[in-house]
């Protein structure tokens, strides 16, 4: 089955720095990878799509300058919090979709947690 | 446009059945469903396709009603391991491919 891969699983950053999360399908290409936010007893909220070799699309509300997505080949893409802040410590988790399977579920990737101090 | 899901928590003893609800208030291509467990990421269950259409495996099975816009997951003689948050997520217009996801569900099986 279809494997995504995140890194890393947590990371403990102080206030004003960047952190930097990947997310790889293993087995598979992924033109279109999904960046998720989920906070704590709440549902997985949809930050952006990410397309391989285009920018990507952000979901309103989400600021672009703030969440950097590149999604540098078809099996990697990546999400940068820049200048992070309390507030964005959150779970983030990303997605992606194995279309030779035909057009099943969406695998995620092991999710980050993010903790911002 | 998010999905609207309920119950919003179920507590089973095991063996019991539940059913979770899930509706749109706009068309949809696709439903799927996911389960995730504590600290864990969403592990895909099931994807309904067409109205009417169900599909599921083992106990677990769910239904697909495109004119109502509304899916339901049943999960039948339940067992520990069904235990956690459920998910559906909701696929729209003519060809999908962003999937925005419900409030979930939180599901408890007890001995």
């Known amino acids: 089955g279809a494997v995504v891969s995140q890194h890393p699983s947590w990371v403990i950053c102080k206030s004003g720095t960047s952190v930097k999360i990947e997310c790889r399908s293993l087995?598979?290409?992924?033109?279109?990878m999904f960046w998720y936010r989920q906070f704590p007893k709440q549902s997985l909220m949809l930050m952006a799509t990410?397309?391989?070799?285009?920018?990507?699309?952000?979901e309103q509300g989400v600021e672009k300058d703030k969440f950097l997505i590149n999604h540098a080949s078809l099996t990697l893409s990546t999400l940068t919090v820049t200048s992070a802040h309390p507030e964005d410590s959150s779970f983030y988790i990303c997605?992606?979709?194995?279309?030779?399977?035909?057009?099943?579920?969406?695998?995620f990737g092991s999710g980050t947690r993010l903790t911002v101090v | 446009q998010q999905p609207v899901q309920s119950p919003q928590a179920v507590i089973l003893r095991e063996g019991e059945d539940a059913v979770i609800n899930c509706s749109s208030s706009?068309?949809?291509?696709?439903v799927h469903w996911y389960r995730q467990k504590h600290g864990e990421a969403p592990v895909f269950l099931m994807i309904?396709?067409?109205?009417?259409e169900q599909k599921g495996h083992e106990k677990i099975s769910a239904s697909f009603n495109e004119k109502k816009q509304q899916s339901s997951l049943y999960l039948t003689a339940s067992q520990l391991s069904y235990s956690g948050t459920y998910f559906c997520?909701?696929?729209?217009?003519?060809?999908?491919?962003?999937?925005?996801f419900g409030e979930g569900t939180q599901l408890t099986v007890n001995p």
């Open positions: 706009k068309a949809l291509y696709s």
């Open positions: 309904l396709l067409k109205g009417g």
């Open positions: 997605s992606a979709r194995d279309y030779s399977e035909g057009r099943g579920g969406y695998t």
């Open positions: 997520g909701t696929e729209m217009g003519t060809s999908g491919s962003r999937l925005t």
């Open positions: 990410s397309n391989e070799g285009s920018k990507a699309t952000y």
């Open positions: 087995d598979f290409q992924a033109t279109t």
